[in-house]
């Protein structure tokens, strides 16, 4: 079967499930079995692709019409440039949470910090700061211990295992030092929201990295909370929040001695993250 036949029949049947992307993930599809970029594929239409992978081809069509997200499927999701290892343990690292890598290694560009990931999944905020912040060291935390194992293969895969450290440990366990910068991607999705969420999230990703309790504020609060005495003076907490939250986040940060720095706002234009600074 010629390759433009293959991606116009995957992408009819994904359209058939009502999938948006269902052309561009039949193309990305193909391109993974022919181990080509899309581009390749697409000017090249006209070659033959082998039995074999059609029927490789199909089977991944198959996985996606469960709406399986492409990331879990791939086994891989690019963020900050690198191809980062993701599989249902850790949620897949979404283009916003570049913005706020984007605006930290500005901040602390030619600087020599310590840094904590508090829920650090893959890894791929901390490393990506690291990659930027070249005399940096840091330590990412999370309660999941398959998604520890994820992060630490990522680390060995980037050669970044000489300035990071990856532990399964919960944010009480931390006490020992303290850091420049505290980073999070909390989970902040109210309980009663997570059944609204698209089949693509709420079927595969950890349902422990997005449940943040009755008001989505549950893992919030306590970050906040153990970030007032972990950091050091005038120490950045820089914090991933939900649509809507910014007026009560701020409230519980000005509580508790930090005042907003930066905001960062999304592609949609809603604020995405807070930078703020501990005053002590």
């Known amino acids: 079967m010629l390759i433009s036949e293959l991606i ?4 009819q049947v994904l359209k058939s499930k009502k999938i948006s992307s269902h052309l561009l993930d039949s193309e990305l599809i193909l391109s993974k079995i022919l ?3 899309r581009e390749k594929i697409l000017i090249s239409t006209e070659k033959k692709v082998s039995s074999q992978e059609e029927d490789n081809f199909y089977n991944l069509i198959k996985r996606r019409l469960n709406h399986e997200p492409l990331a879990y499927i791939f086994n891989e999701r690019e963020f900050w440039s690198k191809n980062f290892f993701v599989n249902t343990n850790t949620l897949i690292p979404r283009p916003e949470t570049e913005l706020l890598v984007e605006h930290l290694s500005r901040h602390f560009k030619n600087k020599k910090i310590s840094i904590l990931d508090i829920g650090t999944g893959s890894g791929c905020i901390l490393l990506s700061l690291l990659e930027e912040l070249k005399d940096s060291c840091g330590v990412g935390i999370d309660i999941s211990k398959k998604a520890i194992k994820i ?3 990522n680390s060995n895969l980037f050669k970044l295992n000489h300035r990071s450290k990856f532990y399964n440990r919960s944010l009480d366990q931390v ?4 850091f420049d910068l505290i980073v999070s991607n909390p989970p902040y999705i109210c309980s009663h929201e997570i059944k609204n969420l698209s089949d693509d999230i709420k079927k595969y990703e950890p349902r422990i990295a997005l449940d943040g309790g009755n008001d989505g504020l549950d893992v919030i609060k306590k970050v906040i909370y153990k970030s007032n005495t972990i950091l050091k003076k005038k120490g950045m907490l820089a914090l991933e929040i939900g649509y ?4 009560k986040v701020s409230q519980i940060l000005k509580a508790y001695n930090f005042r907003n720095k930066f905001l960062i706002k999304d592609y949609q234009n809603n604020i995405r993250c807070i930078m703020t600074i501990l005053e002590k």
Not at 8 to 11: F, I
Request: glycine share 12%.
């Open 175 to 178: 006490y020992s030092r303290k």
């Open 8 to 11: 116009k029949n995957g992408a």
């Open 35 to 37: 181990k080509k970029s």
């Open 151 to 153: 992060a630490l293969k």
């Open 244 to 247: 809507g939250q910014f007026r």
